[in-house]
């Protein structure tokens, strides 16, 4: 008996929270009124951004997510694109997160730009 009542309380436990994460996923981003935007800025480690919703300051971001360095991004570029792809996410109603694999293209962008004839470091 007590086998089952476990069992019993940590279903209703699991369908609770994945209930709760649905509606705190779908609700704030996904309503056409709120306002999201960017800024980008170069802070002590490099390009940062920073995340608005509805001009509130939601995500203030100094270092590149997902990596273990304590570096921010290595151009203005990287900084705005890492931000584009965050704010897409949250408008496909999506948690604004990255993956190695995400940043990796954008990470690449400013060694592909110096690794060109003509350019320079």
């Not at 279903?11 to 306002?35: M, Q």
């Amino acid at each position: 008996m007590t086998n089952k009542h476990n069992i019993l309380v940590i279903g209703v436990s699991a369908l609770i929270a994945v209930i709760i994460f649905v509606i705190t996923i779908n609700h704030p981003f996904k309503e056409k009124k709120n306002h999201i935007s960017t800024t980008v800025f170069e802070g002590t480690h490099g390009w940062g951004y920073d995340i608005l919703v509805n001009n509130e300051l939601f995500i203030h971001q100094e270092l590149i997510p997902a990596i273990q360095a304590q570096a921010g991004f290595q151009t203005k570029i990287q900084a705005e694109q890492a931000a584009r792809l965050i704010i897409n996410k949250m408008k496909r109603g999506q948690l604004p997160t990255v993956t190695t694999f995400e940043l990796e293209p954008i990470l690449s962008l400013n060694k592909t730009q110096h690794d060109q004839p003509g350019t320079t470091k």
